[in-house]
């Protein structure tokens, strides 16, 4: 079996992919939540899933991404990849050092951002600002699912390249 049809397989079977009725980051409402945590806590799961954003990185010095859902995907994909990885906080913790980013980003690194899920692409641009702002050359994102509403067209008018592992509609399509 072809690892992209294993890999759309594996989101569903783990109920990654749940229909009903569900409010997203982006405050729109949608009839289908994909929870890749439902994925990164099983091991086999997350192995597949760091080999398959490994093998994506390209030229990358680095990679980056926004807490919690990142985080289990950036060490996966930064073991295979041997790349090193920053974790971007949400807000600054309040107390230390009080940064935002974890890790090192040194001037001028081309970083690769991953993230889970992108819907309409405003928390993987945060994400992207506050590592060009540390530096880092990002011109591309790397998504374990790309919902297609917006995100694509939302980070190209920021230069910003959208790749995704996997598509809602490839979810949402007839059984792998």
Excluded: C, N
């Amino acid at each position: 079996m072809e690892a992209h049809t294993k890999l759309v397989r594996m989101l569903r079977d783990s109920g990654a992919v749940r229909f009903g009725q569900f409010t997203l980051a982006s405050g729109r409402t949608s009839d289908v939540y994909v929870d890749i945590k439902r994925t990164w806590t099983d091991p086999d799961h997350l192995e597949m899933l760091g080999r398959a954003l490994a093998e994506r990185v390209e030229d990358a010095e680095g990679l980056g991404g926004m807490e919690l859902g990142a985080v289990p995907l950036l060490a996966a994909a930064s073991l295979y990849s041997r790349r090193p990885f920053v974790v971007v906080r949400k807000a600054p913790k309040g107390y230390g050092t009080d940064q935002r980013i974890e890790g090192t980003v040194p001037a001028g690194a081309r970083f690769l951002v991953i993230e889970d899920v992108t819907t309409s692409g405003g928390s993987v641009l945060e994400t992207v600002t506050l590592l060009r702002a540390a530096g880092a050359d990002v011109e591309r994102v790397l998504v374990v699912v790309d919902r297609e509403e917006g995100a694509a067209e939302r980070l190209a008018g920021a230069s910003i390249r959208l790749d995704a592992l996997a598509t809602l509609d490839e979810l949402r399509g007839p059984p792998a």
